[in-house]
């Protein structure tokens, strides 16, 4: 069970950290003309999401794993708002991967300021998760 527990906090860093930082390449992305560094930005972008998507894969298959073990958990009022805030995570994840494909066709219309904002989505979404998994209020 540990171990278990273990991969799933791995693959949620490593979800976290590409959620973190794909939408700042969008901040930048946003900033940069189709000329220079943005060619390698969207080289940056395609990677980072390959990465997301094996972290947030491999932290959801754990962490189903994890409730497929202990059932009781899916009864805790605690566990349902967890679920809701990693199901809008997920939506978040699949938002990101349409940006992605914005940017590549070059069909960006929103401002580096807009995605700034974007960007602290899933900073607010941890501090949910993390307090809902270590306090359990409810």
Avoid at 91 to 96: E, F, G, R
Avoid at 97 to 122: C, L, T
Wanted: charged share 10%; aromatic share 16%; hydrophobic share 60%.
């Amino acid at each position: 069970m540990q171990w278990l527990i273990a991969f799933h906090i791995i693959f949620v860093v490593t979800w976290f950290a590409g959620l973190f930082y794909l939408p700042r390449l969008f901040v930048y992305s946003a900033l940069n003309d189709k000329e220079g560094f943005y060619p390698t930005l969207m080289v940056m972008q395609r990677k980072l999401l390959v990465m997301m998507h094996i972290g947030g894969g491999l932290a959801l298959f754990f962490g189903l794993v994890l409730v497929v073990i202990q059932p009781g958990y899916l009864a805790l009022g605690w566990m349902h708002a967890k679920l809701a805030l990693v199901v809008g995570l997920v939506a978040y994840h699949l938002w990101c991967a349409r940006i992605v494909r914005v940017f590549r066709r070059g069909e960006n219309r929103r401002s580096h300021v807009w995605y700034r904002w974007f960007n602290e989505v899933p900073a607010l979404a941890l501090v949910g998760i993390v307090i809902l998994a270590v306090v359990r209020p409810f």
